[in-house]
């Protein structure tokens, strides 16, 4: 039951709380004006106001969003393909995760009725002996690019050295970008549309959006909640796509344990 100064809180804030119901409506644990005040009754009652206002900094991909942004990003590979060389999708990673279903959206999105410009990691073998394709990958996301470089090094042997090779990615960090980029010698050039630099850290002094009592708050809520507190390579990221949450999130948006994130990576 919430104690009667959540009940005050839910009512006074009733406005805020329908609005983020709307705006994060469209993911995948369907949350509700009920979900976000249940999620709010783990803080103590004094901290109800540094709950709020963190899920109003929720940075949230909803579809339509994502949408939009991979018709920028085919608008931004037309742009790069300036030797019309035959481009070529690839997911950025194992069938059935997050890249490959972006893969399906980007084709609908940008009215691409060539499925046999859209493969799988699988089929790269296939086209090895090509030297005229500009090989694109799909991703959502890039954090710290372990994880890029870690398939990259598994991938890179069946990629013909003559051809473009591209990871895209809706948004990554700044130092995620230069890890891969450098990790992979230049091979592997990144496109994005948003990059997420220092002030993007939840808990980093450069984040001028909290102060330093509320991050420290947030921080010992985190803590509290465990699961990777600051997320993987305390990436510290309040960032959300509308069918996952990176695990470069911080903890209690995303975790599933003592603590139940809003947000968790496996409902």
Same mark, same amino acid.
Request: aromatic share 10%.
């Given at each position: 039951?919430? &104690?009667?100064?959540? $009940? &005050?809180?839910?009512?006074?804030?009733?406005?805020? =709380?329908?609005?983020?119901?709307?705006?994060? @409506?469209?993911?995948?644990?369907?949350?509700?004006?009920? &979900?976000?005040? &249940?999620?709010?009754?783990?803080? %103590?009652?004094?901290? /109800?106001?540094?709950?709020?206002?963190?899920?109003?900094?929720?940075?949230? *991909?909803?579809?339509?969003?994502?949408? !939009?942004?991979?018709?920028?990003?085919?608008?931004?590979?037309?742009? =790069?393909?300036?030797?019309?060389?035959?481009?070529?999708?690839?997911?950025?990673?194992? +069938?059935?995760? @997050?890249?490959?279903?972006?893969?399906?959206? #980007?084709?609908? +999105?940008? !009215?691409?009725?060539?499925? @046999?410009?859209?493969? !799988? /990691?699988?089929?790269?073998?296939? *086209?090895?002996?090509?030297?005229?394709?500009?090989?694109?990958?799909?991703?959502?996301?890039?954090?710290?690019? %372990?994880?890029?470089?870690?398939?990259?090094?598994?991938?890179?042997?069946?990629?013909?050295?003559?051809?473009?090779? #591209? /990871?895209?990615?809706?948004?990554?960090?700044?130092?995620?970008?230069?890890?891969?980029?450098?990790?992979?010698?230049? $091979?592997?050039?990144?496109? *994005?549309?948003?990059?997420?630099?220092?002030?993007?850290?939840?808990? @980093?002094?450069?984040?001028?959006?909290?102060?330093?009592?509320?991050?420290? =708050?947030?921080?010992? #809520?985190?803590?509290?909640?465990?699961?990777?507190?600051?997320? *993987?390579?305390?990436?510290?990221?309040?960032?959300?796509? #509308?069918? $996952?949450?990176?695990?470069?999130?911080?903890?209690?948006?995303?975790?599933?344990?003592?603590?139940?994130?809003?947000?968790?990576?496996?409902?």
């Amino acid at each position: 039951m919430p &104690s009667r100064t959540q $009940r &005050s809180f839910f009512q006074e804030k009733s406005g805020d =709380i329908e609005a983020l119901a709307r705006n994060f @409506s469209g993911y995948a644990t369907n949350i509700d004006e009920y &979900s976000i005040r &249940s999620w709010l009754a783990q803080f %103590d009652d004094n901290h /109800l106001d540094v709950g709020l206002k963190l899920l109003k900094h929720v940075e949230f *991909y909803k579809q339509p969003r994502v949408v !939009h942004e991979l018709q920028v990003l085919h608008e931004t590979l037309e742009q =790069i393909n300036d030797n019309q060389r035959e481009m070529i999708f690839c997911a950025f990673g194992q +069938a059935g995760k @997050s890249g490959d279903s972006l893969l399906h959206t #980007y084709r609908i +999105a940008n !009215h691409i009725p060539t499925l @046999s410009s859209f493969i !799988h /990691l699988t089929d790269l073998p296939d *086209y090895v002996e090509r030297e005229d394709l500009m090989l694109v990958f799909v991703d959502d996301f890039i954090g710290t690019g %372990d994880q890029a470089l870690k398939l990259w090094e598994k991938i890179q042997g069946v990629i013909n050295e003559e051809n473009q090779v #591209y /990871l895209m990615v809706l948004c990554a960090t700044d130092n995620g970008i230069r890890h891969v980029e450098e990790g992979t010698r230049g $091979r592997l050039s990144v496109v *994005y549309n948003t990059v997420l630099h220092e002030d993007s850290k939840l808990f @980093s002094d450069s984040n001028i959006k909290f102060t330093s009592e509320e991050k420290a =708050i947030l921080r010992d #809520y985190c803590m509290k909640a465990g699961s990777d507190p600051e997320g *993987y390579g305390k990436s510290q990221l309040a960032l959300i796509f #509308y069918y $996952r949450a990176p695990d470069n999130v911080i903890s209690i948006l995303r975790c599933d344990t003592k603590w139940k994130g809003l947000f968790p990576r496996n409902p």
